[in-house]
T-cell receptor, first 113, second 111 residues
Framework: GAVVSQHPSWVICKSGTSVKIECRSLDFQATTMFWYRQFPKQSLMLMATSNEGSKATYEQGVEKDKFLINHASLTLSTLTVTSAHPEDSSFYICSASDGYTQYFGPGTRLTVL | RKEVEQDPGPFNVPEGATVAFNCTYS??????FFWYRQDCRKEPKLLMS???SGNEDGRFTAQLNRASQYISLLIRDSKLSDSATYLC????????????FGKGTKLSVKP
């Protein structure tokens, strides 16, 4: 199957700082990438859909100014959590679409102190 | 009605058992269907696509019922390693590759 990488795999930061997460499709071009968040023992929650070269579409309740998404190329999308707070601590997972299905990155575990 | 619904479980079964999960979807325009598996603290991984005629991959069988708008996953001869959460996914009508995921069904296979 297609490979999607995510970096970093985990990060610990202080409250108020910003954290940038990268998502790359390694062996295919992805016109659409997705960002999810998952809290412990809960289901995946779609945060936003990111299309190359255009603005991301955010799900209801997700603050676009807090979660900045950039999809600069067909293989790279980034999510920046700005002014992170402890309640933003979660497992952030990206996925990339090959036009048929979605392949997930390994996720980034964010802990905000 | 939610777009994609699954029984959250948990399903607790002994090794060797046969277990089946169902997933219903609301958009009749959906054309692509998938099952994913997610292990604890890991990302979801594609398990199999679901085809109209039904398809099998070893101990796993997936079926689609368009009339009733549900897909199913059957696992035969359960192994301890099958313990995971199984997510069904359906494409948003008219949008290939853009999937809606169910909340997942947790399976626990016991010795």
């Amino acid at each position: 199957g297609a490979v999607v990488s995510q970096h970093p795999s985990w990060v610990i930061c202080k409250s108020g700082t910003s954290v940038k997460i990268e998502c790359r499709s390694l062996d295919f071009q992805a016109t659409t990438m997705f960002w999810y968040r998952q809290f412990p023992k809960q289901s995946l929650m779609l945060m936003a859909t990111s299309n190359e070269g255009s603005k991301a579409t955010y799900e209801q309740g997700v603050e676009k100014d807090k979660f900045l998404i950039n999809h600069a190329s067909l293989t790279l999308s980034t999510l920046t959590v700005t002014s992170a707070h402890p309640e933003d601590s979660s497992f952030y997972i990206c996925s990339a679409s090959d036009g048929y299905t979605q392949y997930f990155g390994p996720g980034t575990r964010l802990t905000v102190l | 009605r939610k777009e994609v619904e699954q029984d959250p479980g948990p399903f607790n079964v002994p090794e060797g058992a046969t277990v089946a999960f169902n997933c219903t979807y609301s958009n009749s325009a959906s054309q692509s269907f998938f099952w994913y598996r997610q292990d604890c603290r890991k990302e979801p991984k594609l398990l199999m696509s679901v085809y109209s005629s039904g398809n099998e991959d070893g101990r796993f069988t997936a079926q689609l019922n368009r009339a009733s708008q549900y897909i199913s996953l059957l696992i035969r001869d359960s192994k301890l390693s099958d313990s995971a959460t199984y997510l069904c996914a359906v494409n948003r009508g008219g949008s290939q590759g853009n999937l809606i995921f169910g909340k997942g069904t947790k399976l626990s296979v016991k010795p």
